[in-house]
């Protein structure tokens, strides 16, 4: 073959010989192997050089049983659940100087198994190290370490003193029902937000959150944004100081007021509202409340998300609330246009006559009215709607409104079913609540029950608000009960429903142990 020419193909016919890889023997024990710069085999590499010499095989880390949290020297506390990738890194931060000392690279870490009530916790390591003229060796290293409980100085404070508080949160909110914060109950039982309240008590038109930290109070506020909207204010106050070390120690308070308007609120805009919103309303319906408001325009369909600064701009009220809804009965309905998703939620314009429960033998008074939900009612069927014909109204927007244009006389909101009182095959988990008793009204705690009832049957009605917070199975119901139920009221689907973990009395104390939450 010339110099410089292409080798011969496979099939050319030529001899082409097979290359192999040289091979020496180990100097040890003689095994053939392939040539490194220490001439020795695995085995007999690994059995001369230990690269976990020096590395430690026990530890210890510092455990808060109140808060889940583990010490991170030299003050800082971090909140981390079994084996999880947090509780790793804090773990392999107590192993970071040895390591680098060592020279030695970590290159895997996973936990092994221990028991919960063991106080150990178990780490197998996989390290890699340069050894003997460039060589880089791996091996795997255990690590114990061993669980020291200690309260962290936030719950020391607290179970000393529980009402030495240092942060609260005072939530607000100006309306006269409570269905706002049975919602936002569920929200911070689901994400978690108040496990770390010191405790929960109930205030005049809100809620009042007490921490041991700072920083346990500012995120909670900060949740508290996400989910609703909110105007919060911030103050501090100065407990004690020692001026030779110059160190402050305040209570803080962070008021939180979440805006007056709430889901299926009639609202009627200003002139200079409606005009910057593009010609909606006058009258629209609050539909969706998260960290915006949706406002739908129920004779036209249209949308318009206000967020809680612009809010503030036209700082607007409810004209009407749902305690002022009032029960028709749908006596026909014409679809007038086809149905149509907005926002993940269906509606469908249709023309409904209606008549007032009330007037059912004392006149024959029937209202025909514009409606969205031509999609889910039919002849016969209850609807909840707001009387704009017999309604005693101290608005001016709402007397500006009737003045401009010829509204109508009945609002329709939802559709409405027969009340009765059953055991629910699913529950709601409480937040610990501190009641003031000696400044409950009379008649206070009907009207929170019948609120709560009326809440939970909102909740079977709507797939939407049941999506975003957890349901329970309810050991108590018993299923015979079901025939009593008719086929058009909504339940709750068995597949959305989640198993209450409970402990009995003889694993109450191992459970609590081995870090186990209902």
């Known amino acids: ?50 690269i976990t010499e020096g590395v430690p095989r026990n530890a210890a880390v510092v455990y808060c049983p109140d808060c889940f949290s583990y010490l991170q020297p030299p003050r800082s506390w971090l909140r981390a659940g079994p084996e999880s990738p947090e509780l790793l890194q804090i ?20 936990f092994v198994f221990s028991e919960p009530h063991s106080k150990r916790l178990r780490l197998k390591l996989r390290l890699r190290r340069e050894v003997l003229n460039g060589i880089v060796l791996e091996q795997t290293h255990s690590v114990e370490f ?10 020391a404070r607290a179970q000393a003193n529980p009402d030495q508080w240092v ?19 569920q929200l911070l039982i689901k994400h978690g937000q108040a496990a770390l309240a010191i405790r929960v008590a109930s205030a005049p038109g809100g809620l009042d959150f007490f921490f041991g930290s700072r920083s346990h109070a500012a995120r909670l506020v900060d949740f508290l944004g996400t ?12 407990v004690s100081h020692d001026t030779k070390s110059f160190i402050y120690n305040y209570k803080y308070t962070f008021s939180v007021e979440i805006c007056p308007i709430c889901r299926e609120d009639l609202i009627a805009l200003s002139p200079k509202a409606s005009r910057d919103l593009g010609g909606l309303g006058p009258l629209v319906l609050c539909t969706k ?15 318009h998300h206000l967020e809680e600064k612009k809010y503030r701009v036209y700082n607007f009220k409810a004209a009407l609330t749902s305690k002022q809804l009032v029960q028709y009965m749908v006596l026909d309905i014409e679809p007038e246009s086809p149905e149509i998703t907005i926002d993940g939620s269906r509606y469908q314009l249709a023309y409904a006559q209606v008549a007032r429960m009330s007037d059912f033998g004392k006149n024959d008074t029937v209202f025909t009215v514009r ?43 939802k559709k409405s079913y027969e009340k009765r009182r059953r055991t629910r095959r699913w529950k709601l988990k ?51 009960m079901a025939s009593t139920i008719g086929d058009d009221v909504p339940t709750v689907p068995i597949e959305e429903l989640i198993e209450d973990l409970t402990l009995g009395d003889d694993e109450e104390e191992d459970g609590a142990d081995a870090g186990m939450v209902e």
Do not use: W
């Open 1 to 50: 073959m010339m110099p410089g020419s292409a080798p011969p193909a496979a099939g050319s016919g030529m001899f082409v010989p097979t290359q192999t890889a040289g091979t020496v023997l180990c100097c040890i024990c003689g095994v053939s192997m392939q040539p490194n710069p220490a001439n020795m085999c695995a085995r007999c590499l690994r059995a001369r050089v230990d």
């Open 91 to 110: 773990l392999l931060r107590r192993l970071k100087h040895p390591l680098a000392r060592l020279k030695v690279s970590l290159s895997g870490a996973e």
């Open 146 to 155: 061993v669980v020291h409980d200690r309260l962290c100085d936030s719950c």
């Open 167 to 185: 942060a609260v949160v005072q939530l607000r909110q100006h309306v006269p029902h409570r269905r706002t914060f049975l919602y936002l109950e």
């Open 227 to 238: 989910v609703a909207p909110i105007q919060t204010n911030t103050a501090k106050q100065l």
């Open 289 to 303: 409340v998260t960290n915006a408001i949706a406002l739908l325009d129920p004779l036209t369909l249209r949308v």
């Open 371 to 413: 409606t969205h939900l031509g999609h889910r009612l039919s002849p016969g069927d209850l609807a909840l709607g707001y009387d704009l014909y017999g309604a005693n109204m101290n608005d001016d927007d709402m007397d500006k409104a009737l003045l401009r244009q010829n509204l109508p006389e009945v609002i329709l909101v």
């Open 430 to 480: 409480r937040l610990p609540v501190e009641e003031d008793l000696g400044n409950k009204a009379k008649g206070e705690e009907e009207r929170r029950e019948d609120e709560y009832t009326n809440f939970l049957d909102e909740l079977e009605r709507d797939p939407e608000i049941r999506f975003t917070i957890n349901l329970y199975k309810n050991d108590d119901y018993r299923s015979e």
